[in-house]
């Protein structure tokens, strides 16, 4: 009975860990909204092995995509498609298989967690790390995205495999497989090379290990020219690598450099553009503390990180633990280069999970050994813990890939509501109008991100509306959550949504249990907004009043 009851289990939750992440991978088609897939998919469109292979893109590396463009060509290869399209990977196509690879990697990472924490404690600590895995809303969310956060997110963890395998043997075998790891994340995204650190401190503990055998350490020449020697042979490897899987950083390096620079400024808040408005005044650590990973990981699994975090600097400096220092170091690394930036969004915290989950999944096995607590006292945490997270994932599943996309069903209401002719605003940077334009032939797109500069244009064009439609909730939270920084426009959306600028909200997106339960009651202003802006943005709709 045991047994089937454990299979029974094992069984369940892989169905879980599939079917939340593999439901409705489609979302979107035909409109496919997320920007940055948008841009990756177009980037495939361009290659034609072998005459052109320049993606042109350089916000991410080369390796995922050239891995999607290939992988397209042996379905069309298998499919036996005419030798005039074989090697034509469409728009369509180039989304799909990315967001099946971002799937694969996501189901696969509690699997990796599993033998991680078994590894670094027991089978209850890989146990508990793996559930909390399973039902990981930043996994499942990402999953299915077709970016490159999950292909990060895999490799960064199975960096810190290879570092456990490494601190237990430290041969050059396994630090030769971290230059690997190392070249494959910097070949999927430039800025993955903040981990490079880490090979710094495994050489220092490889070298320091060297020294011990030989009983003392010795400064001579001959050592040091051997660590320096190693040293380059080691980061030229990775550049290699780098140089190999994304080849244009060289052959165009022109445009690579160009990007590079365009991406670090809007990084670093030097170059203002619309879409980070929101990051304006807030404060570094505690935004993502409070906006980006109650979201990413539930309120609960938060809080017990926090406690898990504090707790395992604590054991490292009580027991001098290798294996809790450098589990720390990656999640501080990975935290703090990103934290630190002006931007926050929410895809810059998705590495960081792995190493939260392990936290605290040591925490409570640890806590657990300490305490002798009984077994069936650290069950019912977990379940407790298990039960809270799955609610919190299927929630967010049903809400954002269940459930009819919020613009399609706002277009359909609109269709049903509002003269074809009639004359509509809009913003201009936001894809959520597009699925209007099929009803209405007079929607008429404004900047509203510029309204405090181009006020008088945009008030001249709002005055003959007859709708205002805006198709996410991004420009109307910045502009009430700042009215000092944008004091005209954080006027008019006041006024907006009060019914005193010459309309009244007809139409705003419900939200349901399981959407109040995803957003904890609010979906505008929870969250960092592009939690959910990309896969369920909240629509207005407004009426000039009679």
Request: charged share 10%; net charge positive; aromatic share 18%.
């Amino acid at each position: 009975m045991r047994k089937l009851f454990l299979f029974l289990s094992v069984l369940i939750l892989i169905v879980c860990l599939f079917l939340l992440r593999f439901y409705n991978l489609n979302w979107g088609t035909p409109y496919y909204f997320h920007p940055d897939e948008r841009n990756i998919a177009s980037s495939i469109t361009q290659l034609q092995f072998p005459s052109q292979m320049n993606p042109h893109f350089f916000a991410y590396g080369s390796l995922p995509i050239y891995i999607v463009y290939f992988t397209g060509i042996l379905m069309h290869f298998l499919s036996r498609m005419p030798l005039q399209q074989l090697w034509q990977v469409s728009f369509s196509e180039g989304i799909i298989i990315n967001r099946f690879y971002s799937a694969i990697l996501s189901a696969f990472l509690p699997i990796l967690l599993f033998i991680i924490g078994k590894k670094m404690h027991n089978r209850q600590t890989g146990t508990i790390a793996f559930l909390l895995g399973v039902f990981s809303v930043g996994f499942i969310q990402f999953a299915h995205f077709g970016t490159f956060e999950m292909w990060s997110t895999f490799f960064f963890t199975l960096l810190f495999l290879d570092v456990l395998l490494f601190l237990k043997n430290p041969s050059y075998k396994y630090l030769f497989i971290s230059v690997f790891i190392i070249g494959v994340l910097l070949s999927i995204k430039i800025s993955n090379s903040v981990i490079i650190p880490i090979l710094i401190f495994l050489q220092i503990y490889k070298a320091k290990n060297e020294f011990r055998k030989l009983n003392k350490f010795r400064f001579q020449p001959r050592n040091i020219i051997t660590f320096l020697i190693i040293s380059l042979l080691l980061y030229a490897f990775i550049v290699i690598l780098t140089v190999i899987f994304s080849p244009y950083t060289i052959l165009d390096s022109s445009s690579f450099i160009h990007s590079i620079t365009y991406e670090s400024s809007v990084a670093m808040g030097t170059l203002p553009v619309f879409y980070t408005q929101e990051f304006i005044s807030q404060n570094d650590i505690l935004f993502q503390l409070l906006h980006v990973y109650p979201f990413l990981l539930n309120p609960f699994v938060t809080l017990l990180f926090i406690f898990s975090f504090i707790y395992c600097i604590y054991l490292v400096f009580r027991f001098k633990s290798k294996q809790i220092l450098f589990l720390l170091l990656f999640f501080i690394i990975l935290f703090v280069s990103q934290a630190i930036l002006f931007v926050k969004w929410t895809r810059y915290m998705i590495p960081t999970l792995p190493f939260i989950y392990l936290l605290i999944a040591y925490t409570l096995t640890h806590l657990q050994n300490q305490f002798k607590t009984k077994k069936f006292q650290l069950i019912i945490i977990i379940s407790t813990l298990e039960l809270i997270s799955a609610i919190f994932a299927i929630s967010y599943v049903i809400t954002a890939f269940v459930e009819t996309d919020t613009r399609e069903i706002a277009a359909i209401y609109a269709h049903n509501h509002i003269p074809k002719n009639a004359t509509i605003v809009s913003e201009i940077y936001d894809l959520g109008i597009v699925p209007f334009n099929s009803s209405f032939e007079n929607i008429k797109l404004y900047n509203f991100y510029d309204s405090d500069i181009l006020h008088s244009d945009i008030a001249k064009g709002i005055g003959n509306a007859d709708y205002i439609i805006l198709p996410s909730q991004r420009i109307i939270k910045t502009r009430l959550l700042k009215p000092k920084i944008f004091p005209i426009s954080s006027v008019f959306y006041q006024h907006l949504i009060n019914g005193e600028a010459g309309y009244k909200l007809m139409y705003i997106t419900p939200c349901d249990i399981f959407c109040r339960i995803t957003y904890l009651n609010n979906p505008i202003y929870s969250y960092e907004e592009t939690a959910s802006v990309f896969d369920r943005p909240t629509i207005f709709i407004f009426k000039k009043s009679d």
